[in-house]
């Protein structure tokens, strides 16, 4: 939402003012790429403002560093953006970033008409922006990032742009853009923008991280004697994948729901520790939790019996191959594990201390370092810088709830 609120702030004639934005690595590359486009950005006692509308041509490259949702989003903002026709217009990333796939945007924004280039449909990507027609795209797999980056394409096309999805994916896009003045219409799986409309400045409210939250509340149900609390989290429904997946594994998880921002519903979330079980995670949670499988298999590591999950072969190509990676540094805390093409089978049972790897995801990072709070011995882990790139207070705030966790600078 932070990525959004930034982009849309951006893209509106006028001002926006953004609370509660996710400070991290990754969303300040978002917001540092709209003021290289020309957007007036601003921050004071906590509150980003965003003053666009009259976007330029960037004087360099557009480093997105980690963040392909920023990416994404972005090719399809700027791909048919008339302040910048004739422009030529590179976004770039790191090793992560540039090893992700990018040819599920290229493709239906080519088809719109615009002229992108990739590198075997991998960043670093070249856009040259010029008019887009609007089109009817059925994805072959349900993608926010493709459906936002085509609706934002379609914002500016000729005509309008109609996204058919086979499932349910985020609908934060969908929300959001009516607070900007953005005229769409919504219906299951299927979204449709008329073009040539121009975004509004907007007051837009973030509530709490779910992705960030939920290795709170995993640390939360493991560590014995835990009563953690946390306020105003955002519960989309189409998001809230890892709730479902703690009710069925016997979480004691209490919900109480409040009023939200930019569309967005919100809560409080309450966990204590105790038991947990196994459980045949249900291929429609899949999308809705995409972003937490890092951390509900560290879970199933800790849970009674075993925990399948199954359709969820789009974790090997997040910032690193998720699926494999749980697999191989689970074992290596001893934990029974069975990878598959699309899942794994986790037998819960005593975690042991040593070392692990996060090979540069910042999920995987906090997920071992919340598997370490109940491990036999220390557990410590390599390359958990990452973990700045989404929750730069991970650990600070881990501390203050008392864990035994900290910083080794090398």
Known sequence: MSHRAAIFGGLAIGETEIHGFLD???????????????????????????????????????????????????????????????ASIRLIGDKSLSSRPMGRIIEPLRAMGADID??????????????????????????????????LAGLSAEGATEVVEPGISRDHTERMLPAFGAQ???????????????????????????????????AGLLVDGSNVELTEVGLNPTRDGVLRVLD???????????????GEPSGHL???SGRLVGV????????????EFP????????????????GAEELRVKESDRLAVMCRELSQLGVQVTEHPDGADISGGPVRGGRADSHG?????????????????????????WIRTSYPGFVDDMRALGAEMEWIEV
């Not at 980690?66 to 008339?82: K, P, V, Y």
């Not at 991998?122 to 609706?151: C, I």
């Open 24 to 86: 991290s690595a990754d969303t300040r590359a978002t917001l540092e790429a709209m003021a290289a486009l020309g957007a007036e950005v601003s921050e004071s006692d906590g509150v980003i403002r965003v003053r666009g509308g009259q976007l330029k041509a960037p004087a360099g490259d557009l480093d997105l560093g980690n963040s392909g949702t920023g990416m994404r989003l972005l090719a399809g903002a700027l791909s048919g953006h008339s302040d910048l026709f004739g």
């Open 361 to 385: 995801d910042h999920r995987i990072a906090m997920s071992l370092a919340v598997l370490g709070l109940v491990a036999d011995g220390p557990v410590e882990i390599e390359n958990a810088e």
């Open 295 to 310: 951390v509900l298999m560290a879970l199933a590591a800790c849970a009674e019996g075993t925990t399948r999950i199954r």
């Open 184 to 218: 769409l219409i919504r219906g299951e799986c299927r979204c449709r923008i008329d073009g040539d409309q121009r975004l509004k400045g907007a007051v837009c409210r973030v509530p709490g991280d779910l992705s960030s939250a939920a290795f709170v509340l995993a």
């Open 248 to 262: 069925a594994m016997g979480a004691d998880l209490e919900r109480t729901e409040v009023s939200g921002g930019a």
């Open 118 to 151: 990739s590198i075997d449909g991998h960043a670093p990507l070249t856009l040259r922006p010029r008019q887009l027609r609007g089109m009817h795209y059925e994805q072959p797999m349900a993608s926010a990032q493709v459906k936002s980056a085509l609706l």
């Open 270 to 272: 309450r966990v204590r």
């Open 280 to 291: 045949t995670i249900a291929p429609e949670w899949v999308p809705l939790a995409i972003d």
